[in-house]
């Protein structure tokens, strides 16, 4: 019976082991535009400069002065311009 319980334990133990190797952090970047919309991004896409965004990593805040962003959330790939979500 103790024999049958290390082997399960061990098991466990390198079951465990094994997701963590495999495990990956998760990436993301916040984007905001002249307008001060922001929204979550995954990919750190090439926005052409003509849309006026500008991508900050995902540990990024806003500050006082930063009063005027307001998040506009949306899946897919794009950016907000006027008020709307335009895709690429």
């Not at 997701?19 to 922001?38: E, F, K, M, P, Q």
């Not at 006026?52 to 990593?57: E, N, P, S």
């Amino acid at each position: 019976m103790k024999k049958l319980m290390l082997q399960g334990a061990a098991a466990a133990i390198i079951g465990v082991a094994a997701l963590a190797g495999t495990a990956t952090t998760a990436s993301a970047y916040i984007v905001c535009n002249r307008a001060g919309d922001c929204w979550h991004t995954s990919e750190r896409y090439r926005y052409r400069p003509h849309f006026g965004v500008i991508v900050h990593d995902d540990n990024w805040r806003w500050r006082d002065r930063d009063r005027h962003y307001r998040w506009r959330e949306h899946d897919g790939r794009g950016y907000w311009r006027n008020g709307i979500w335009l895709s690429f």
